[in-house]
């Protein structure tokens, strides 16, 4: 295990270890994984012998950070360094090895011995009682011991969430005691937390699908008929699959307007997972909306609004969504179909891109990827919402500089000019506006003196006499 990781805290460590004195402290959990993967540490979890909450309270006192109790009854507590560094202490009352043995994955059983580090005696400090570093040479994640995953089924999706963001893979025991795991007594919360950071992650379709083959996903969304309908889940699925192909794969084959949607997206990975569930559940509501004509053609009518109101419920209610995320993800849904309507249209009018720049306001970077992923996965082809994405946003484009823009000459300018209100100045303003959009004119003057010239040569009409407005009939 490589200790350069630990530079940036040596100082950190010295005065922690100073107050705690002879007294056992340990560094343990994701710390120590990070450190082995040579990965940049982000917080550093200890585990002290005796009370850990009364300890980091005094470590907030001494170090002037902010004290922030997590759980008493575990005996776990925060202390925040100036709104950096995130240092959580756990008290344990037997052994260390008793502490790490009811961990859940042998590469987070690991502790490492603070006095020893700092000693220098580098070699002894490693306590890694399960084989967590080897499991991390062999990319692999395994659980501590026979009841780890039953003592919290949470653990599972954890399993999921850390092959996912390291590339690991699961051990097969552990895979199959997935399918036998109820996360029925689990938070919700706790849940929709790790699915989130799960989705959020590059390229997990796969883990995702081996988490329905598990049973997992079916707990967490108990949409019977949309799993039991083989179609529906499998071009979902499909749905899934190319939704990450266009966000992580050859970004440089879309248009430059899509370019940045798709940067928007990947640049928020909470966002990249609203839109995943979205993917993933668009058609959540098409088994129970199939008709069937009678000329044998399937019709779906309602889908996209009646599952919308589908993933609110189970967001907000089921999961605990904040009302914000629940809202994106619905109006996704509900909006999926409208791209699509108009882009088959025989006609493609200003007027209905703008209505779908409206409709779909802070959804429609999502709406125009989750069409693209949906056109590809049910047709193999999308060139037809591509143009009419990039007609969307050209005119979007346009439609904000000329919200933005501020015209040299005004009717005002015109009537001080002589001319009487009429559809002449719509003609001269337009003109005008025209020549400055590209820059001919550029100031209030130029735009004038061009008026004069063409009053001049009778290309309009020309100003009523001074006297002519006020005379009496």
């Known amino acids: ?170 051990d097969p025991l552990l895979e199959r005691e997935a399918e036998f795991i109820s996360l029925g007594n689990v938070a919700r919360e706790r849940i929709a937390y790790e699915l989130m950071l799960i989705l959020g992650l590059p390229r997990v379709y796969p883990l995702i699908n081996r988490m329905i083959v598990a049973g997992l996903m079916q707990q967490i969304f108990p949409f019977a008929n949309f799993w039991a309908d083989y179609g529906v889940r499998s071009h979902s699925l499909m749905v899934l699959v190319s939704l990450e192909q266009i966000l992580y794969q050859e970004p440089d084959r879309w248009a430059p307007h899509i370019r940045e949607r798709i940067k928007e997206i990947v640049c928020n990975s909470h966002r990249t997972a609203l839109l995943k569930l979205a993917a993933l559940f668009h058609d959540v509501s098409k088994p129970e909306t199939r008709i069937r004509m009678e000329d044998g053609i399937l019709h779906f009518y309602g889908h996209d609004t009646k599952g ?50 409206r409709i779909c306001a802070d959804v429609a970077s999502e709406v125009m990827l989750l069409d693209l992923a949906d056109g590809f996965a049910t047709a193999g082809r999308t060139r037809h919402l591509e143009y009419t994405i990039v007609k969307i946003l050209e005119l979007a484009i346009q439609d904000a500089k000329r919200a933005a823009f501020v015209p040299l000459v005004n009717g005002y300018d015109l009537i001080a000019l002589g001319l009487k209100p009429g559809p002449v100045f719509k003609v001269i303003l337009g003109e005008l506006e025209e020549l400055q959009w590209e820059r001919k004119i550029t100031t209030k003057e130029e735009g004038l003196a061009l008026v004069k010239e063409k009053l001049a040569k009778g290309e309009y009409p020309p100003p009523l006499p001074p006297s002519s407005g006020n005379k009496q009939s």
């Open 1 to 170: 295990m490589k200790f350069s990781g630990l530079k940036p805290y040596n100082d950190i460590l010295k005065q922690i270890a100073g107050l705690i004195g002879d007294k056992e402290l340990y560094l343990v959990g994701g710390a120590v994984r990070d450190l082995s993967l040579e990965r940049k540490i982000l917080d550093l979890d200890f585990a002290v012998k005796g009370a850990g909450v009364k300890f980091a309270s005094r470590v907030a006192r001494n170090l002037k950070g902010a004290f922030v109790p997590l759980s008493e009854a575990e005996d776990e507590a925060r202390v925040v360094i100036r709104k950096e560094l995130v240092l959580d202490f756990k008290g344990f009352k037997g052994s260390i090895e008793e502490d790490l043995a009811a961990r859940d994955f042998t590469i987070n059983a690991m502790a490492l011995d603070v006095h020893k580090i700092l000693e220098g005696k580098r070699s002894s400090a490693i306590i890694d009682p399960f084989g967590g570093e080897r499991d991390l040479e062999r990319r692999f994640i395994r659980k501590v011991g026979p009841d780890s995953i039953q003592s919290d089924p949470l653990r599972i999706l954890r399993a999921y969430r850390f092959a996912a963001q390291f590339g690991f893979s699961i």
């Open 308 to 357: 919308a109101k589908k993933m609110r419920r189970a967001l907000s209610k089921e999961l605990r969504f904040s009302n914000q995320d629940a809202e994106r993800v619905e109006q996704t849904v509900a909006r999926h179909m409208h791209l699509h309507l108009i882009a088959t249209a025989p006609e493609l009018t200003e007027r209905a891109m703008r209505r779908f720049a």
